[in-house]
């Protein structure tokens, strides 16, 4: 899992597909902010981009937790590019009244 600083919300987004473009990373951060609300009801929250399309999701997995001063919460984000799926697990925090930002993104792992 690569860490990534906060200031580089929408590269670390670009990290979930490497043909994400600046409306397809808006979207996902949008979505990203709706499903990992800690006051939000844990469910999936769809994106997609019509001009481009690509379209994802993301699902919270587990409740939110406090790291470094910072409301986190783990995910689990699927993406589907021109190319290939690609399905992602990782970690977004985001300090009191801030942005999400993701701090460590990887391949999901799935069920063993």
Do not use: H, Y
């Not at 808006?26 to 769809?46: E, H, K, T, Y």
């Not at 689990?76 to 009244?97: E, F, H, W």
Request: charged residues 20%.
């Amino acid at each position: 899992m690569l860490p990534s600083r906060s200031n580089e919300r929408p590269a670390a987004l670009a990290s979930l597909a490497a043909e994400l473009g600046p409306e397809d990373m808006r979207r996902a951060d949008g979505a990203m902010g709706v499903a990992l609300d800690p006051q939000g009801n844990g469910a999936a929250v769809s994106w997609d981009n019509p001009q481009s399309g690509i379209k994802g999701s993301f699902v919270p997995v587990g409740g939110p937790f406090l790291r470094s001063d910072e409301i986190c919460r783990a995910f689990i984000a699927s993406v589907q590019t021109q190319s290939q799926p690609v399905k992602l697990q990782g970690t977004a925090c985001r300090p009191s009244g801030g942005e999400w930002a993701v701090k460590d993104v990887g391949p999901w792992k799935g069920l063993s």
